[in-house]
């Protein structure tokens, strides 16, 4: 049965995109291999992501995973063209449920802040993943912003680092 992982790269102040959802900021950081990050991307069966995700991720530029990874896709649109490669549904839990489907054992990773929000929200959220570099953004889109929330408890499944990289590896409590 597959599992719901988020799995971002955040900066040390916890922003997992610059102002303005942009991510230019990670060029260059990921200097060499990780061992974490192949075989996650191993391990992948599916991909579920948000619209502000999904528009950058149809370019040449915005391949998933730099282009390292192909398959199945789901973005959760209701207003979005539809581009090759993506399938668009119109509700979270519809595209975990497909996603899951499709990726049998494998991981369902999750791209984007508030679409992996919303998975933790509605009960799908199994993993986190979070990869932690090495530069301080002092604004824009947090890793997990929950205002009013209560805490998200968390339980380390693996810890580690890869150059100047840190992994951390989480089950949602």
């Keep these: 049965m597959a599992k719901v992982l988020y799995h971002i790269t955040m900066s040390l102040d916890g922003f997992v995109a610059a102002p303005g959802d942009d991510m230019t900021w990670l060029s260059g950081l990921h200097a060499g291999p990780n061992p974490v990050v192949e075989r996650v991307i ?31 896709i789901f973005v959760v649109t209701r207003s979005a063209a539809p581009s090759p490669g993506f399938t668009l549904v119109p509700d979270l839990a519809e595209a975990v449920s497909e996603a899951s489907a499709t990726a049998g054992d494998g991981y369902v990773a999750v791209l984007g802040a508030a679409t992996a929000r919303r998975c933790y929200e509605a009960g799908l959220l199994d993993e986190v993943l979070v990869h932690v570099a090495p530069v301080l953004l002092g604004d824009g889109v947090r890793l997990f912003e929950r205002r009013g929330g209560a805490p998200v408890r968390l339980e380390a499944l693996e810890l580690s680092h890869a150059g100047p990289i840190l992994n951390g590896w989480y089950r949602v409590v």
């Excluded at 069966?45 to 995973?65: F, S, W």
């Design 42 to 72: 191993d391990g992948i069966g599916a991909i579920v992501m948000g619209h502000h995700t999904y528009a950058p991720a149809t370019t040449a530029e915005g391949k998933v995973y730099g282009g390292r990874w192909e398959g199945p």
